[in-house]
């Protein structure tokens, strides 16, 4: 055995060089081949980093690669065709139409009614809603978020969970395999003795899904027997509620945006959460799609409809992406957004900046200081590009994680995505896109009043060392 090792050793001392070149080209083969076949359609600049580091460092960038560079797990079908427009609906509510038109491009469920729409004030409101939710289920309650934490909001949820499935409801909790040790890693033995089934999206030391540990699933949905929904920006911790008061662990309650209603949109989201669990434990057995009928305006007024836009890997597109860039196109009078993290990718800051350099009212509301500071860092280059082309940014006192999207009033996008790139073009995402003017005029009152709350970015020249840092930043953090 020590003489085959030596004559190993020896083997590759000379001939290195050799073995360097068929791994790289070995690894780009890879990469070729993967990028592909799954359509991933990397920005240039992760594109050139992923080539680069095959070509120079391929025992190092390759495994990288396998591990992280997938994007999309998806191939892509031929499209079944694109309804048409009719002009009247395209002429008055330009964006409401293209939005539509778009989501059926890209195979987006379509839009259906709903009902009992209420958003909620505060993180009391919102935790009194998912409680009465969780104590009205009776039959089944499906729960997918990013994280739980250990802490007093952790504990009563996960207790409230344990009543309801010894009280024969069926419980299923989806956790993401990264967000569980984010928020504390709830002791899974006790809640599966409680009757709840528990399984962790893509854990990313057991997972038999190889390259795929770095797309995560953000999504946030708690569903009672098909018929309620609660869903939006919160994650099932103190910090997204009313804070934990308590010495040791003290976190004060973010600015968060939820919501809940109930009617045929909560079975297109309940078929999501089907196809996450089916994905997550390698099983299926989907349930077939649900056919809604399709409610519409009487009188020429917008329908009352919203739908479903998830975005991710599972999506051969970027549909969330997508529908941001063409509305900042067709909006005519405002774009109103918060979020806790900005750092787009630069087609849609463009778009941004010329619905602001065309009069367009452009306002975006951020935490003055978020919970991760390399995003407040890297926000600064695309902020100021902002300002000068005329749009305002408002800086928010306390930490901001809401996040919505509203484009005139035909339009609102709420749930669980970010304005940044790992939310856009990585993470699993889920907003609901709003169409009828009542539930869109009611998230801008929400949004607005949180502006209300706010103070000014002020635009500052940045220094060179500053400008060649951010660049620094952004270019390893779209790669992340």
């Given at each position: 055995m020590g003489d085959l090792l030596s004559v190993a050793v020896r083997f590759i001392a000379e001939h290195?060089?050799?073995?360097?070149?068929?791994?790289?080209?070995?690894?780009?083969?890879?990469?070729?081949?993967?990028?592909?076949?799954l359509n991933q359609r990397r920005h240039p600049s992760a594109a050139i980093a992923w080539v680069l580091g095959i070509l120079l460092v391929p025992y190092l960038a390759l495994p990288l690669y396998l591990?992280?560079?997938?994007?999309?797990?998806?191939?892509?079908s031929p499209l079944g065709g694109v309804r048409p427009l009719a002009v009247s609906a395209a002429v008055?509510?330009?964006?409401?139409?293209?939005?539509?038109?778009?989501?059926?491009?890209?195979?987006?469920?379509?839009?259906?009614?709903?009902?009992?729409?209420?958003?909620?004030?505060?993180?009391?409101?919102s935790l009194q809603a998912l409680r009465r939710i969780i104590a009205g289920a009776a039959s089944s309650l499906e729960i997918s978020t990013f994280l739980i934490g250990r802490d007093t909001?952790?504990?009563e949820i996960l207790r409230l969970l344990g009543e309801r499935a010894r009280a024969g409801v069926r419980v299923r909790l989806l956790i993401d395999g990264i967000g569980i040790y984010l928020g504390g890693y709830p002791d899974l033995k006790a809640l599966e003795r409680a009757g709840i089934e528990v399984v962790r999206f893509v854990p990313p030391f057991n997972s038999p899904k190889r390259g795929r540990t770095n797309l995560r699933n953000h999504r946030k949905m708690v569903i009672a027997d098909g018929m309620c929904l609660w869903c939006g920006g919160r994650n099932l911790a103190a910090e997204y509620f009313e804070g934990d008061p308590r010495p040791i662990l003290r976190?004060?309650?973010?600015?968060?945006?939820?919501?809940?209603?109930?009617?045929?949109?909560?079975?297109?989201?309940?078929?999501?959460?089907?196809?996450?669990?089916?994905?997550?434990?390698?099983?299926?057995?989907?349930?077939?799609?649900?056919?809604?009928?399709?409610?519409t305006g009487a009188g020429g007024a917008t329908p009352a409809l919203a739908q479903l836009v998830a975005s991710g890997p599972d999506r051969p597109d970027d549909t969330l992406f997508t529908l941001l860039v063409s509305a900042c196109f067709t909006s005519q009078q405002r774009i109103l957004a918060i979020t806790p993290y900005f750092v787009p990718e630069s087609s849609l800051l463009t778009a941004?900046?010329?619905?602001?350099?065309?009069?367009?009212?452009?306002?975006?509301?951020?935490?003055?200081?978020?919970?991760?500071?390399?995003?407040?860092?890297?926000?600064?280059?695309?902020?100021?590009?902002?300002?000068?082309?005329?749009?305002?940014?408002?800086?928010?006192?306390?930490?901001?994680?809401?996040?919505?999207?509203?484009?005139?009033?035909?339009?609102?996008?709420?749930?669980?995505?970010?304005?940044d790139g790992r939310s856009l073009f990585l993470n699993y995402e889920m907003m609901v896109a709003f169409y009828d003017r009542p539930a869109v005029m009611?998230?801008?009152?929400?949004?607005?009043?949180?502006?209300?709350e706010c103070k000014p970015y002020r635009y500052r020249r940045p220094g060179v060392l500053r400008e060649v840092a951010e660049g620094l930043l952004l270019w390893l953090a779209f790669q992340l």
């Amino acid at each position: 055995m020590g003489d085959l090792l030596s004559v190993a050793v020896r083997f590759i001392a000379e001939h290195w060089k050799i073995l360097d070149l068929l791994l790289a080209v070995l690894g780009l083969a890879i990469y070729v081949g993967g990028s592909h076949t799954l359509n991933q359609r990397r920005h240039p600049s992760a594109a050139i980093a992923w080539v680069l580091g095959i070509l120079l460092v391929p025992y190092l960038a390759l495994p990288l690669y396998l591990a992280f560079g997938s994007r999309k797990v998806v191939i892509p079908s031929p499209l079944g065709g694109v309804r048409p427009l009719a002009v009247s609906a395209a002429v008055a509510y330009p964006t409401m139409a293209r939005s539509l038109q778009l989501g059926a491009a890209m195979g987006l469920p379509d839009p259906v009614s709903y009902d009992a729409l209420t958003i909620h004030g505060d993180g009391t409101h919102s935790l009194q809603a998912l409680r009465r939710i969780i104590a009205g289920a009776a039959s089944s309650l499906e729960i997918s978020t990013f994280l739980i934490g250990r802490d007093t909001l952790g504990d009563e949820i996960l207790r409230l969970l344990g009543e309801r499935a010894r009280a024969g409801v069926r419980v299923r909790l989806l956790i993401d395999g990264i967000g569980i040790y984010l928020g504390g890693y709830p002791d899974l033995k006790a809640l599966e003795r409680a009757g709840i089934e528990v399984v962790r999206f893509v854990p990313p030391f057991n997972s038999p899904k190889r390259g795929r540990t770095n797309l995560r699933n953000h999504r946030k949905m708690v569903i009672a027997d098909g018929m309620c929904l609660w869903c939006g920006g919160r994650n099932l911790a103190a910090e997204y509620f009313e804070g934990d008061p308590r010495p040791i662990l003290r976190r004060m309650p973010w600015v968060d945006l939820s919501f809940d209603l109930s009617g045929e949109l909560v079975a297109q989201i309940r078929r999501q959460f089907e196809q996450d669990w089916a994905f997550a434990t390698e099983r299926e057995d989907v349930p077939e799609r649900v056919s809604p009928s399709v409610v519409t305006g009487a009188g020429g007024a917008t329908p009352a409809l919203a739908q479903l836009v998830a975005s991710g890997p599972d999506r051969p597109d970027d549909t969330l992406f997508t529908l941001l860039v063409s509305a900042c196109f067709t909006s005519q009078q405002r774009i109103l957004a918060i979020t806790p993290y900005f750092v787009p990718e630069s087609s849609l800051l463009t778009a941004l900046m010329l619905a602001a350099r065309r009069g367009i009212q452009v306002d975006l509301v951020l935490p003055g200081r978020s919970n991760h500071r390399l995003a407040d860092f890297a926000r600064h280059r695309a902020l100021r590009d902002l300002v000068v082309a005329g749009a305002r940014v408002w800086l928010h006192p306390r930490m901001v994680h809401a996040k919505a999207v509203l484009v005139d009033d035909e339009l609102a996008l709420a749930g669980s995505a970010n304005l940044d790139g790992r939310s856009l073009f990585l993470n699993y995402e889920m907003m609901v896109a709003f169409y009828d003017r009542p539930a869109v005029m009611n998230f801008a009152h929400w949004v607005e009043a949180r502006r209300l709350e706010c103070k000014p970015y002020r635009y500052r020249r940045p220094g060179v060392l500053r400008e060649v840092a951010e660049g620094l930043l952004l270019w390893l953090a779209f790669q992340l």
